[in-house]
T-cell receptor
Framework: GQQLNQSPQSMFIQEGEDVSMNCTSS?????WLWYKQDPGEGPVLLIA?????ELTSNGRLTAQFGITRKDSFLNISASIPSDVGIYFC???????????????FGQGTILTVHP | DTEVTQTPKHLVMGMTNKKSLKCEQH?????MYWYKQKAKKPPELMFV???????INESVPSRFSPECPNSSLLNLHLHALQPEDSALYLC?????????????FGPGTRLTVT
């Protein structure tokens, strides 16, 4: 089946630093989503990307849909303590048939921000 | 409004109990999902409903029984669960199954099976 390789698995940074994480796949995806999950809560959608090469920002967050359609990255600028959490990438392949409705998730990046 | 609500927030049940998880959305979405999530792992898809019909069952054991009474509500009926079923159960919704681009998740129900 399809897999997303998300890296790094965890990051420990100082407040104010920039953060970068990415997801790669051997398969093509038509949509990339980035979620953040706080402990004990559900994932919250941060950014959605629909076109290869697309670069989208949401406040201090910037994400890009790779040209090859097999990767995506998320950058967080000037990190703050509330950025702590687990960040998941997710892709939708739109391959038809039994793939409809199924998102493929990366394994997550655990972000810790030291004040 | 991109809110999906879930009740209860926490649930503790014995292996012989029958309980239900509830999910509600008022975004007019026509696709709804149940996921199971273990600690620090990504969500695992269990079921997908599209236009109130079960579209995907990811080979989930029959002790989990989903129900979609109407386009806004999704239930997950639980019976004779095992301790390994303890997890965070997430509900999500999206516009429709063919436009699953943006799935919105609820806060989850933390289930403990004793």
């Amino acid at each position: 089946g399809q897999q997303l390789n998300q890296s790094p698995q965890s990051m420990f940074i100082q407040e104010g630093e920039d953060v970068s994480m990415n997801c790669t796949s051997s398969s093509i995806f038509n949509t990339w989503l980035w979620y953040k999950q706080d402990p004990g809560e559900g994932p919250v959608l941060l950014i959605a990307l629909y076109k290869a090469g697309e670069l989208t920002s949401n406040g201090r967050l910037t994400a890009q849909f790779g040209i090859t359609r097999k990767d995506s990255f998320l950058n967080i600028s000037a990190s703050i303590p509330s950025d702590v959490g687990i960040y998941f990438c997710a892709g939708y392949a739109n391959a038809g048939g039994t793939s409809y409705g199924k998102l493929t998730f990366g394994q997550g990046t655990i972000l810790t921000v030291h004040p | 409004d991109t809110e999906v609500t879930q009740t209860p927030k926490h649930l503790v049940m014995g292996m012989t109990n029958k309980k239900s998880l509830k999910c509600e959305q008022h975004m007019g979405h026509r696709a709804m999902y149940w996921y199971k999530q273990k600690a620090k792992k990504p969500p695992e898809l269990m079921f997908v409903y599209s236009y109130e019909k079960l579209s995907i069952n990811e080979s989930v054991p029959s002790r989990f029984s989903p129900e979609c009474p109407n386009s806004s509500l999704l239930n997950l009926h639980l019976h004779a669960l095992q301790p390994e079923d303890s997890a965070l159960y997430l509900c999500a919704s999206s516009q429709e199954i063919l436009r699953v681009y943006e799935q919105y998740f609820g806060p989850g129900t933390r289930l403990t099976v004793t």
